[in-house]
């Protein structure tokens, strides 16, 4: 009889290796007999007959390769038609274990498994995760609008670590929806569809826009795109007054708020929310703030572009190099301060990480923090660089809650230490008082002018060590927290005394003692006591922690679960916990300073500091280092580490916080300049 030789090998018409080298691979010793003899002693293997874990590997292998490994697991569609036996086996309904494994060849683990706790991963999570996502990606690949989609595919580039970049791109053509999308809705006619309408929509949009730039093809871009796409990212920056830039109101330090806070002023400035369905669970998260996306997008097209054939012609007219503006007693930047600028000032984009593909049938689906191809990354490359960007979603949505169960670390200590390079961006101040008088409506994309201006900085990072007590807390006349002045109070000042900063506190009359952070060092700071690097708003640093104990997940057991019937990933009676680490440090300033070089191209200012815990939200003042200098001003930045930039907004301080100040956009990015800037 031969028949069962010839039902397993119906699939080879759709496998891309031969069916033999499947059986062999997942069968080991089973003979198989020949399709036209029949071996003395041996009787031919019927498809029923073989075991529920064999048919497993098989279909895992007929999926698993290089050549299989984009789009969905189509290949399993014809193996379901072998028998009803077969289909049983290796079905989504019957087999979730099969399509965990899959999802795990598929796309990225490394992220979730640090970041969520075991209840999210469980056999039934991963699978419905996987039939989530090739929904999404084939309504991406058509381009078809969805929210849901959107937030699947920010979320994707937030745990990539190569597949899920791979899946998106190289699959689904994201870049090519995001710039039909870009389009198709600023000519929308619909109001749901249109642009500064859908808080949440522009936020994903101009954020997936940012994390799927690259300096090559930015250059190729069609010129009606580009016009479109600069005409939008001005709009969001010259009323960014408007737009979501922070994820608490800058004017609230310490947070979370009490009941008797102004709680009408804080919901109106409340950062847009959204529940979705992550890993199965419904997940409450805050839209990702639009403004360092915008700012970063559109910064990114402009360095793009900058090269010798468009340096700025006011070069022509300057001292060459500081050596001859010094003997022309010239001050300011010189042709070769603007030559680095135009063709130096590069901020960092994400790189892309190269999926490593796992082709083998691991008995245990667990896999830890460095088992998956987050391994093949450097520490600050692949779904790491995004650890922070994701507590502040999942964490940072709600001002009035604080123990949320999957925060984490939002600021890495030492973060802020070291040379920063980029650039200012500067708003037509006539355009921007009309916008905020009301004289003018929303301005149109060909009137939009902003200016971009270099921005370079040395800064030092100094932590308050427990069991001293941090400087207090400043307080404008409307009794708020005092953010013009960087939330420090009025009159504070800063003794360098080489290994640590003493600040004196004019509220209590007594002087803080403030470490210094060691850049680039293995240690903190130059005393020899060992302290965590993170650092949470409770004075810890945070490990995801679950409330059920460590359970495996072998092949006798498909959903990982508790008692005859009650599942870990059942929301109704599980919840996430996490638990605090100590990291010694109570708070955090930043002092700085221009520096030499830069500032005598571009002005010398002094400036200081503090991190806001809750959400690593960083707030710098910048002063005139020259007293007959004041006529400069002095500008508060505000805004969030996101990989290797620090980005944000400013505006200037003397006009009140209940008023629109002159503002607008920043960005710089850490350089390995030390000396250049002392």
Partial sequence: MKRSVHIIAAPVFFLNRPIKSLIRQSIHCLEVPSPTSTMPGTSPVHADSISYGIWERIAFYAVASEETFLGPPSEICSMLLISRSVYHQISYRRNTHLYARIFGFKFDLAAPTRRLSERWRTTACLASELIKRFQALRRIKSRQLHVEDLWTAYLMMLESDGRNEAQLLNYAHLEEYLKSLIVYRTNSQAQDLMWFKNPVVDSLVVWLLWVTSERGSIRCEDSQLRHSIIGILHSLIITGYQHSSVYAPDVFFTLPLCSGSDASFAR??????????????????????????????????????????????????????????????????????????????????????????DTRFIEDLDVDDESDTAASCEVNTGSKRHDQDWYRLVACHDPWVGDMPLRGVVYGLGSMAGSWAGRLIEVDLELLTSLTTGHQANP????????????????????????????????????????????????????????????????????????????????LYSKTEKLSRSWICDESDGVIADNVPELASGLGNPDISIGPSLSIDDDDEYCDTVSHLSSGVSDILITGKTGELYGDAWGHYTIYGRVRPWDGLTALLRIPSDPSEDHLGKWIFKGYLHDQNFVGRWRETSTPMDSIGYQGGFVVYKTDDEDKSE
């Fill in 444 to 523: 149109s994309h060909s009137t939009i002018s902003v200016r971009h201006r270099p921005l370079y900085w040395q800064l030092q990072e100094h932590h308050c060590l427990s069991p001293n007590e941090p400087v207090s807390l400043g307080v404008d006349d409307n009794f708020l927290d005092d953010f013009l002045n960087a939330w420090l109070p009025r009159g504070v000042t800063f003794t360098h005394l080489g290994d640590a900063v003493e600040v004196y506190d004019p509220l209590t009359g007594r002087t803080a003692r403030y470490e210094t952070v060691i850049p680039r060092s293995a240690a």
């Fill in 268 to 357: 109106a400035l409340q950062v847009p929310r959204s529940e979705i369905i992550h890993y199965s669970h419904r997940l409450q998260l805050a839209a990702p703030v639009i403004a360092p996306a915008a700012i970063m997008a559109l910064v990114v097209r402009a360095d793009s572009v900058q090269d010798l054939t468009n340096v700025p012609r006011v070069s022509h007219d300057l001292p060459r190099n500081r050596a001859e503006a010094i003997a022309q007693g010239h001050n300011g930047p010189t042709a070769a301060d603007i030559f680095d600028f135009h063709l130096n000032n590069r901020i960092h984009i994400v790189d892309r990480c190269q999926p490593v593909l």
